[in-house]
């Protein structure tokens, strides 16, 4: 009984864990079938965000340190929101119905914010804030001009230089004036850690011997909290009602008058702020890097996929199915139940690690799309046009 909890608990918090992260990936890739790449380096803003959040309540002390978490939390969905807003603004909007330029797109992307975050200072924080006062404040006081359409180009064409060669010669002025107080990276590209309050460390017994963490049961908690959420906000508000009958037909919803560019912009950022809430979740787990991303951005896309394209049950379901495959197979649990059939407790004996567990995995994910290739629960009816 004490194993049976305990495979339990261990496939549901997995689950949870790809559940969480699998969320806004999976109201993305329905709405738009956007393959977004960089959804992993949302996770890590949401990450990082927390250990900043984590080292300014250290600095604090006292007994508000306790509660740094329900401060990172809302202000990880925040950053990553605003991250997933700009990168839909700037690039995804114009790479519509085009998959392969989308995917080129955001992984070149998610390489930009790897190295960001190895090698951001303040010479290059005041460089980008520099150039984009000077650049798009020029733009923002030209537009009041009744020929800024005329001469817009124009005005791109001279002000992107000159602003990038203004915020590029003031930073080098900076670095060789104050030399190490502002070139010194803030996070580098080893790992950082991010403490957990005292009421999350250790977990409850119970009396088989079994230890549930309070770190994955507040996780758990916390993914309740965002299926919940979202449900609300794409049942009963009118943006999730824009939002569903977007992804039902985009065509028909932009001539009955909704803004589909809006809806797509929300969209992304709710999806991308959710991903920053995941990032927060997971730095309760270990270190956090620029690779952090990296690590789960494969296994939410099995989930989306294997669930059914834009369906939220499905997606529920995939993550603890999978999940709990991940954890009986690697942990050799499946191979220990197999015992008395020496041929299969022997095959799934070479498949008890957690990387050859993942192969296993996937090539039974390859497997049942073969069979189901719309997933556990496919889209019905009119679905969205290409």
């Known amino acids: 009984m004490a194993v049976l909890l305990d495979v339990l608990f261990n496939g549901l918090s997995i689950g949870a864990v790809l559940l969480i992260a699998a969320l806004g990936l999976a109201i993305v890739f329905?709405?738009?079938?956007?393959?977004?790449?960089?959804?992993?380096?949302?996770?890590?803003?949401?990450a990082y965000t927390t250990f900043i959040v984590q080292n300014i309540f250290k600095a604090l002390g006292g007994t508000l340190f306790e509660t740094y978490i329900f401060f990172a939390l809302p202000l990880a969905f925040l950053v990553a929101a605003a991250a997933g807003l700009i990168l839909e603004r700037g690039a995804i909007r114009f790479l519509y119905g085009r998959p392969l330029e989308t995917l080129l797109a955001t992984w070149g992307v998610s390489l930009i914010l790897q190295q960001f975050v190895r090698s951001?200072?303040?010479?290059?924080?005041?460089?980008?804030?520099?150039?984009?006062?000077?650049?798009?404040?020029?733009?923002?006081?030209l537009r009041r001009r009744p020929d800024f359409e005329r001469i817009r180009n124009w005005v791109v064409t001279v002000m992107l230089p000159l602003s990038l060669g203004v915020a590029i010669a003031f930073c080098?002025?900076?670095?060789?004036?104050?030399?190490?107080?502002?070139?010194?990276?803030?996070?580098?590209a080893q790992n950082v850690d991010v403490t957990a309050p005292k009421?999350?460390?250790?977990?409850?017994?119970?009396?088989?011997?079994?230890?549930l963490p309070y770190a994955r049961l507040f996780i758990i908690g916390l993914t309740i909290i965002c299926i919940v959420g979202i449900y609300l906000?794409?049942?009963?508000?009118?943006?999730?009602?824009?939002?569903?009958?977007?992804?039902?037909?985009?065509?028909?919803?932009?001539?009955?008058?909704?803004?589909?560019?809006?809806?797509?912009?929300?969209?992304?950022?709710?999806?991308?702020?959710l991903a920053g809430v995941a990032g927060c979740a997971i730095s309760l787990l270990g270190s956090v890097g620029p690779n952090t991303g990296q690590n789960y951005v494969v296994d939410t896309f099995m989930v989306v996929v294997v669930g059914g394209v834009g369906k939220l049950v499905g997606t529920i379901v995939a993550a603890i199915a999978i999940g709990t495959a991940n954890y009986l197979i690697g942990s050799g649990t499946l191979a220990l139940l197999l015992t008395p059939i020496k041929p299969l407790a022997d095959f799934f004996t070479i498949f008890a690690t957690t990387s050859?567990?993942?192969?296993?995995?996937?090539?039974?994910?390859?497997?049942?799309?073969?069979?189901r290739p719309a997933g556990m629960f496919p889209q019905k009816g009119r679905t969205v046009d290409a």
């Open 172 to 188: 080098s002025f900076l670095a060789q004036t104050y030399k190490l107080a502002v070139t010194k990276p803030w996070f580098g």
């Open 233 to 273: 906000f794409l049942q009963r508000s009118a943006w999730g009602l824009r939002i569903r009958a977007v992804t039902q037909n985009r065509s028909m919803s932009s001539c009955l008058g909704i803004p589909t560019a809006k809806v797509d912009a929300i969209t992304f950022a709710l999806g991308s702020g």
């Open 356 to 371: 050859m567990a993942k192969v296993m995995v996937f090539a039974l994910i390859i497997a049942f799309l073969q069979v």
């Open 199 to 211: 009421w999350l460390r250790g977990g409850l017994p119970l009396g088989t011997g079994l230890q």
């Open 30 to 46: 329905g709405l738009m079938g956007v393959i977004n790449l960089a959804h992993g380096e949302l996770m890590m803003l949401g």
């Open 120 to 141: 951001v200072n303040w010479v290059l924080v005041i460089g980008i804030v520099l150039f984009c006062l000077l650049f798009f404040g020029a733009l923002w006081i």
